[in-house]
């Protein structure tokens, strides 16, 4: 009996951490999650995940890789570097599995893992040059250029959440200022909509703390006809659209894909970051670069994506 082929993606985020059973055409045929527990050594993260995987019906599978994604993961080092929300400095995360397998493993972060999954199960499969951009709590981005993610010499390029976008502009988790992220994200929008609410109070929003007040309340009030939120998704789509008409001028990607929470914003969004990005771009590529919705789940595109790094891994 031949058994099914599988490549392991585990995610690795602040709060929980997902893995699951990949097969070559992205079908998730077993997942699972756990608690992180950043506050305790990686090692025991990483002994949990080999007995979570121990229970996962490996003997129906053949296994090829474990692909993980993670934030400041290093694909050439193998490591998480001092990442934001988890306790730990350098933790070697080929060492920490490969005490426990013998196959392929391989690491990169977690907006350059959304990026191979959507190449490889999404909207760009096909596509050879494109850039993935993720609009959550921050900015991340995975750029592909003639087929292959861009890496750069150290493992950190593709980081476009990290150009600056205003001059003294707000202060970014990074410690410089005016970041992209800072302004196009879920954070960034509700900062957008304090800043508007001190010149107008004509809005359902003035009702909401700092604490309270989210990029979904500001959807639904947008959808409503709400004035500041349709002004705040306006200024987002602004920021986000000349930064992405810069972006186009270095890679002339086929298309620009987003993903995360803030792109469900929809005919919200997307219609003005393309009309923004236009009003901006060089003219040789006008009408050329798509503004498209990931074609992945989010519940499973952190598993996708981490995968797809090993079926890309086994491929070259």
């Known amino acids: 009996m031949n058994k099914t082929e599988v490549a392991i993606g585990i995610d690795i985020g602040g709060t929980n951490t997902v893995l699951g059973m990949v097969s070559r055409n992205g079908k998730i045929l077993e997942k699972t999650s756990m608690p992180t527990n950043a506050d305790k050594p990686a090692a025991e993260l990483f002994e949990r995940i080999y007995n979570e995987i121990k229970i996962l019906n490996l003997e129906k599978y053949k296994l090829k890789g474990i692909g993980v994604g993670a934030p400041n993961a290093n694909y050439y080092s193998g490591c998480i570097e001092t990442p934001p929300n988890l306790s730990w400095e350098?933790?070697?995360?080929?060492?920490l599995l490969s005490k426990y397998f013998d196959i392929p493993i391989a690491l990169t972060n977690d907006a350059n893992a959304a990026a191979l999954g959507e190449m490889l199960f999404g909207v760009a499969k096909g596509m050879k040059n494109f850039i993935e951009i993720t609009l959550g709590t921050g900015l991340g981005s995975g750029i592909v250029v003639n087929?292959?993610?861009?890496y750069g010499h150290d493992g950190f390029a593709g980081e476009l959440g990290h150009v600056i976008v205003k001059e003294n502009g707000r202060k970014c988790g990074c410690g410089r200022k005016g970041c992209l992220e800072t302004y196009a994200s879920a954070t960034g929008i509700v900062t957008t909509v304090f800043e508007l609410l001190k010149n107008s109070n004509d809005s359902v929003l003035k009702n909401y703390s700092s604490e309270k007040l989210n990029s979904k309340i500001?959807?639904?009030a947008a959808k409503n006809n709400d004035k500041i939120a349709l002004e705040a998704f306006d200024f987002t789509a602004k920021i986000l659209g000349k930064a992405i008409a810069n972006?186009?001028?270095?890679?002339s990607p086929e298309a620009i894909i987003l993903f995360g929470g803030l792109a469900k914003?929809?005919?919200?969004?997307?219609?003005?970051?393309?009309?923004?990005?236009?009003?901006?771009?060089?003219?040789?590529?006008?009408?050329?670069?798509?503004?498209?919705?990931?074609?992945?789940?989010?519940?499973?595109?952190?598993?996708?994506?981490?995968?797809?790094?090993i079926w890309e891994e086994i491929s070259k």
């Open 147 to 150: 087929g292959k993610l861009v």
């Open 90 to 95: 350098n933790v070697n995360v080929i060492d």
């Open 265 to 309: 914003a929809g005919n919200l969004l997307f219609p003005f970051v393309k009309k923004y990005m236009e009003e901006n771009i060089l003219n040789i590529f006008k009408n050329k670069v798509k503004i498209l919705p990931s074609g992945l789940e989010e519940s499973d595109a952190a598993i996708l994506g981490s995968a797809a790094l």
């Open 218 to 220: 500001i959807f639904e």
């Open 247 to 251: 972006a186009v001028a270095i890679t």
